[in-house]
């Protein structure tokens, strides 16, 4: 036995069928990517969802940044490598690398896991998982942790409501991270697309949204193309982001 | 040189963060796989995305069929193995098996692709593939044909509105094949999703929906759990399907 694996990689190609309307990886899909691969990496290590279910508990998704320098384009492949910062008995840091050919960086991202108690929906203890201490790793990873977040409130610009529905919903039979992310990334048209991409994405998740309640959107222009973002239920803020765009040019293939 | 890959074969595991809300496969996901091993497979043969753009084309889902007798279940195994069941200079058929551990059947899916002429934004002639006749293959596909769909219209009894956003829009740049399915799976909650799952779906395009689109979601019931949906913009039919349920159990893990 060599111990734990510290680091977890994973090589993907990205296919056109998986392209945004630029022809580049959508913020969804690395997103998607970024839980995948976290989950390999648990399931393999003995702390995945069928360990934390033993306990009645499930992992979710508490906090996410992403940060890319680039992002890859039709038919390029990627690779993704994921390793943890730390953990306690509340939560877990995840990092992540996002590198193309010949190892350029790409960008990175990091994430806050917590654990849910599935029949009481409140955070459950990691204390369990205390023995897998020596799978933490000290890889360093060059992006500035997640910030706070600000309300946004009655700062906003624009605001859009919006009912989740079944499809919103995944296994934690909860309103899915994604869905949070294409909300706020639908408040900008194609034309917007066209000459801006995302720089840098930030989101915390604070409440739980359910099927078939009513959200609002609320963002803030802060000016140099960065945006704050609030999703709320009866008033109160379930989730909280921040969009860094950069200017972009889509050429038509 | 053994000639070309007339079988497609791909394994997956179905991850916890993939499932729908009663630890299963959803309709989308499945979906999904189905466009990404024809596009896999698309790619080893020649025939991919590359092929098509050198000629102003792009592969285009026309219709889809799924029976399922299972779906997977959280943590399950799966394998997905396409292959072309014919194709001529105006579309190409591609069938698909969806097999769980031991070779078990768990369903099937039908498909047939055209070509899409990318600036004129018309059905593209696939001639220049004639080359690849020896391509087919004759395994069975014991699934039957996609039938013909009827207009809902004024038969409808269910409709709702929704306008396509930037995330809802793909490669192609109009609406993604995933968001017309869980347009019409939204016409149901959750409750109904715990007592019923998909035996079989059927769906056809018929006109390309844009961005920023105002999309009229028309559903008849036709009893015994078998519905018709269709999809318009400005009254003209985008898109026409049938779904059909059969009863089952959600069981909290």
């Known amino acids: 036995m060599s111990g ?16 945004s309307p630029q022809a580049i990886m959508p913020l969804t899909l690395l997103a998607g990517r970024v839980i995948e691969t976290a989950t390999y990496h648990a399931n393999d290590l003995g702390i995945g969802y069928a360990r934390l279910l033993a306990d009645g508990k499930a992992w979710v998704l508490s906090r996410l940044s992403i940060e890319m320098r680039r992002w890859p384009s039709v038919s390029e492949e ?3 490598r994921t390793w943890i910062e730390g953990f306690n008995r509340h939560f877990s840091e995840r990092n992540f690398e996002i590198t193309g050919l010949d190892d350029e960086v790409l960008g990175h991202a990091r994430s806050i896991w917590m654990a849910i108690d599935i029949k009481e929906r409140q955070g459950g203890d990691l204390s369990m998982l205390d023995a897998l201490r020596d ?4 890889r360093p990873c060059p992006m500035e942790k997640t910030r706070r977040f600000s309300p946004v409130g009655d700062t906003a610009d624009y605001e859009s409501r919006y009912r989740f529905r079944y499809c919103d919903c995944d296994f934690n039979r909860h309103v899915n991270t994604l869905r949070y992310i294409e909300l706020i990334q639908n408040r900008w048209d194609m034309d917007f697309y066209d000459s801006h991409r ?56």
Chains 1, 2 share one sequence.
Do not use: W
């Open 198 to 253: 995302v720089s840098r994405f930030d989101i915390a998740f604070m409440h739980e949204a359910k099927c078939a309640q009513e959200a609002m959107l609320l963002i803030r222009d802060d000016g140099d193309d960065n945006y704050s973002a609030e999703i709320t239920i009866d008033g109160e803020a379930v989730s909280r982001a921040r969009m860094a765009f950069t200017d972009y040019e889509y050429k038509q293939l």
């Open 135 to 138: 799978t933490v790793c000290d």
């Open 4 to 19: 734990p694996i510290k680091e977890y990689i994973k090589h993907y190609t990205l296919t056109a069928p998986e392209c």
């Open 78 to 80: 990627y690779t993704l």
